[in-house]
T-cell receptor, first 109, second 113 residues
Framework: KNEVEQSPQNLTAQEGEFITINCSYS?????LHWLQQHPGGGIVSLFMLSSGKKKHGRLIATINIQEKHSSLHITASHPRDSAVYIC???????????FGQGTRLTINP | ETGVTQTPRHLVMGMTNKKSLKCEQH?????MYWYKQSAKKPLELMFV???????ENNSVPSRFSPECPNSSHLFLHLHTLQPEDSALYLC????????????FGQGTRLTVV
């Protein structure tokens, strides 16, 4: 089974700060997903990446396949970025995703 | 708005009730999923449908019964649930199973009393 660990579990920062959320997994993968879950429960897929870096607005996701590690960065953070950020990877040998526990991010004005 | 719509958004039901959750997508996706999210736990995959055929049943109790009548609609029929089944139930869809980004619905917050 592919184990997924996210850190930190909770993160509180001031508006404008640079945010980094980390994800480590135990087994080699084809692609990694970053998801954002808002307080109401709805989930939005942010990125799916298999190598290098992807950028979308103020969000940047990087992955190091050799080190089995990915990071999600938020530049110029804003209170509306407050959400739970979830990392997910495929389970080895199975068509299912394994999810991290999530990182609860709170951005204070 | 992700293109995946779930109804109802909130549901309170007794343990002897029968209810259904509905999910709808008009994104042209071939795969649809039901996930369960309990408090302080990661998302758990329940069922996967690909081209209206169930391809994954993740050891879910029979009191949860999925139905996929066509590629745009997915139901989760609930019968004689337990209080521990109270959770957020999320539907998602993707062009193909697991190899592409998934689009999630807003979820149904279910409370079993």
């Amino acid at each position: 089974k592919n184990e997924v660990e996210q850190s930190p579990q909770n993160l509180t920062a001031q508006e404008g700060e640079f945010i980094t959320i980390n994800c480590s997994y135990s087994v080699g993968i084809s692609a990694l997903h970053w998801l954002q879950q808002h307080p109401g429960g709805g989930i939005v897929s942010l990125f799916m990446l298999s190598s290098g870096k992807k950028k979308h607005g103020r969000l940047i996701a990087t992955i190091n396949i050799q080190e089995k590690h990915s990071s999600l960065h938020i530049t110029a953070s804003h209170p509306r970025d407050s959400a739970v950020y979830i990392c997910a990877v495929p389970q080895e040998g199975a068509q299912k995703l394994v999810f991290g526990q999530g990182t609860r991010l709170t951005i204070n004005p | 708005e992700t293109g995946v719509t779930q109804t109802p958004r909130h549901l309170v039901m007794g343990m002897t009730n029968k209810k259904s959750l509905k999910c709808e997508q008009h994104l042209g996706h071939n795969a649809m999923y039901w996930y369960k999210q309990s408090a302080k736990k990661p998302l758990e995959l329940m069922f996967v449908y690909s081209l209206e055929e169930r391809v994954e049943n993740n050891s879910v109790p029979s009191r949860f019964s999925p139905e996929c009548p066509n590629s745009s609609h997915l139901f989760l029929h609930l019968h004689t649930l337990q209080p521990e089944d109270s959770a957020l139930y999320l539907c998602a869809s993707s062009p193909d199973p697991f190899n592409t980004e998934a689009f999630f619905g807003q979820g149904t917050r279910l409370t079993v009393v």
